[in-house]
T-cell receptor, first 113, second 117 residues
């Protein structure tokens, strides 16, 4: 079955690194995504990783994928107060008629000044 | 920058009433989606739509739900007879294609909060 799990809450100090973790169960997942949701706003795609990669870096964001353990993480370097939001990981399977996303529960990141 | 818009931002309705949630996807996109998020729970896939027909739907999307693209710009979700458990945030999304990754990413609207009393 398809299931994606995340820890619910993370609190960090401004300037520290944040690491948000996610586990998934579907071994046929092709793409794994990180979305950000700010209050009152929609889901904004931050970054994604293809399943044949194990790391992707994009400015302050680093995504690590351990396909054997089905574990995905998002590291935010030099976390700022503007990074406070809910972060969702999501997975999808390529090649289907649609690209439906299976989301995790979301992790609320609170950045303390 | 193009964006997905949704109206209304908040809808309050009585149990048993019909509601229509509206979305305007990004204009050159071909694939359209509805997701919902019950308060405190996961974002769940409801339905995907392409070429004027449903391409996939979840178990949640029962006979009470329907989708339509009545013209070239709107994409609507109708709930015929709302139940208390339909109270949730409903997100519309659109994409240019279905192969994952950037270029075919799903762009989400800000959501409509539906409250069923």
């Amino acid at each position: 079955g398809e299931d994606v799990e995340q820890s619910l809450f993370l609190s960090v100090r401004e300037g520290d690194s944040s690491v948000i973790n996610c586990t998934y169960t579907d071994s046929s997942s092709t793409y794994l995504y990180w979305y950000k949701q700010e209050p009152g706003a929609g889901l904004q795609l931050l970054t994604y990783i293809f399943s044949n990669m194990d790391m992707k870096q994009d400015q302050r964001l680093t995504v690590l994928l351990n396909k054997k353990d089905k574990h995905l993480s998002l590291r935010i370097a030099d976390t700022q107060t503007g990074d406070s939001a809910i972060y969702f990981c999501a997975e999808s399977r390529d090649g289907g008629a649609t690209n439906k996303l299976i989301f995790g529960t979301g992790t609320l990141l609170a950045v303390q000044p | 920058e193009p964006e997905v818009t949704q109206t209304p931002s908040h809808q309050v309705t009585q149990m048993g009433q019909e509601v229509i949630l509206r979305c305007v996807p990004i204009s050159n996109h071909l694939y359209f989606y509805w997701y919902r998020q019950i308060l405190g729970q996961k974002v769940e896939f409801l339905v995907s739509f392409y070429n004027n027909e449903i391409s996939e739907k979840s178990e949640i999307f029962d006979d009470q739900f329907s989708v339509e693209r009545p013209d070239g710009s709107n994409f609507t979700l109708k709930i015929r007879s709302t139940k208390l458990e339909d109270s949730a945030m409903y997100f519309c999304a659109s994409s240019a294609g279905t192969s994952g990754g950037l270029g075919n990413e799903q762009f989400f609207g800000p959501g409509t909060r539906l409250t069923v009393l």
